[in-house]
Nanobody
Framework: QVQLVESGGASVQAGGSLRLSCAAS???????????LGWFRQGPQKEREGVAV???????RYADSVMGRFTISRDNAKDSLYLQMNSLKPEDTAMYYC???????????????????WGRGTQVTVSS
């Protein structure tokens, strides 16, 4: 049974930083590296949107709104995914979810329906 568990969400002031983590379990050790991984978020009364994706070969994609402020990374040895968030803004306030899908997602990295596995989310609140 594949499980994704996010952590690291908190309440911070604008300009602050947070590092989100997503721990995966249930993947066979030799196959985790073959999954594309992504971070999505859903703010109050907003639709879920893609934030950052890292593909099986390490290629990354970012939403324009977070480019230059957020960094996605993965540690295949630990079955873990990370999102370093700097220069946080109030509009970054949202529930953040990690997602996984077997194979490359670069054809449509922010299309949420492509991702099979999802965590339950971790809340990030940024105050002005």
């Amino acid at each position: 049974q594949v499980q994704l568990v996010e952590s690291g969400g908190a309440s911070v002031q604008a300009g602050g930083s947070l590092r989100l983590s997503c721990a995966a379990s249930g993947f066979r050790k030799t196959l985790y590296k073959n999954y594309s991984l992504g971070w999505f978020r859903q703010g109050p009364q907003k639709e879920r949107e893609g934030v950052a994706v890292i593909d099986t070969d390490g290629t990354t994609r970012y939403a324009d709104s977070v480019m230059g402020r957020f960094t996605i990374s993965r540690d295949n040895a630990k079955d873990s995914l990370y999102l370093q968030m700097n220069s946080l803004k109030p509009e970054d306030t949202a529930m953040y979810y990690c997602a996984a899908e077997y194979g490359s997602s670069l054809a449509a990295p922010f299309l949420s329906v492509r991702y099979t596995w999802w965590g339950r989310g971790t809340q990030v609140t940024v105050s002005s």
